[in-house]
């Protein structure tokens, strides 16, 4: 099966401008995410609409492409990109791979565990969710929450807690009720962008401010894959100094 990952990269980042190109311990952070991509997916692209970003990745030896500065988010970046990358290339590829452009200490595993995940029968897209086991993180709404029906599929995703623990007080919700944090890698078939891409916006997702809640709404499958590894985005300069300061690379 041929698989073609993409890292969607902007520069103008409103709590952390230029964050790709930030420098962690002399690489940045754009090529860490590369670098880390490329273990599992030897056909890896950043796509992004600044030229700074775009020259970066061709000087450390990456593959780029430049799209619209339109784009509302990654995905949409990526239906853009596809197309680019298989008119140059002259060829169709089966899977798309969405690696987050803010995590340089992501885990090859983790993407091995999305990629197997994309090839079960009946999944359109897949993705990644963790356990939780923290109370704050559980009742963050930075944090969004997944629940699954027993073959894996995502039923909703929310910032609220979900599930409900009637007749518990909230403080023990965590020690009896099995919760899951959403994880934001994507696996998409190729046939799926297709679909994404002609969909507009739905209720649930304005309301949550979650695209993956449009892609439910329209009948789309959403598999899931548990996994145990830790997952570290940088949104802002003092995540990524608190991580530094935590000898996680």
């Known amino acids: 099966m041929d698989f073609l990952a993409i890292i969607p990269a902007r520069y103008a980042s409103t709590r952390f401008p230029g964050k790709p190109l930030v420098d962690i311990r002399g690489k940045s952070m754009i090529q860490r995410v590369y670098e880390r991509g490329q273990l599992i997916f030897p056909n890896i692209v950043v796509a992004t609409d600044d030229s700074r970003i775009f020259n970066h990745v061709v000087e450390f030896g990456g593959m780029a492409v430049m799209t619209s500065a339109d784009h509302i988010n990654g995905t949409s970046r990526i239906c853009e990109a596809v197309k680019i990358i298989e008119n140059n290339q002259?060829?169709?590829y089966s899977y798309i791979i969405n690696i987050?452009?803010?995590e340089p200490f992501i885990s090859k595993d983790q993407l091995i565990e999305l990629k197997n995940s994309i090839m079960d029968e009946g999944a359109d897209i897949s993705t990644l969710c963790k356990k939780i086991t923290d109370s704050e993180e559980l009742f963050s709404p930075n944090n969004p929450k997944v629940v699954m029906d027993c073959n894996f599929n995502a039923l909703y995703f929310s910032r609220s807690v979900i599930p409900y623990t009637r007749d518990i007080a909230p403080?023990?919700?965590?020690?009896?009720?099995?919760y899951y944090k959403?994880?934001?890698?994507?696996a998409?078939?190729?046939?799926?962008?297709?679909?994404?891409?002609?969909?507009?916006?739905?209720p649930l997702e304005k309301a949550e401010s979650l695209e993956?809640?449009?892609?439910?709404?329209n009948g789309l499958k959403i598999r899931l894959a548990i996994t145990n590894h830790l997952s570290y985005s940088i949104d802002t300069p003092e995540d990524l100094?608190?991580?530094?300061?935590s000898n996680i690379l």
């Open 90 to 92: 002259k060829r169709e």
């Open 100 to 102: 987050q452009g803010d």
């Open 171 to 178: 403080e023990k919700w965590i020690e009896n009720t099995l």
């Open 182 to 186: 959403h994880i934001g890698l994507y």
């Open 188 to 202: 998409f078939k190729r046939t799926t962008l297709d679909v994404i891409e002609n969909i507009s916006q739905t």
């Open 212 to 217: 993956q809640l449009r892609w439910l709404e």
């Open 241 to 245: 100094k608190n991580l530094l300061a």
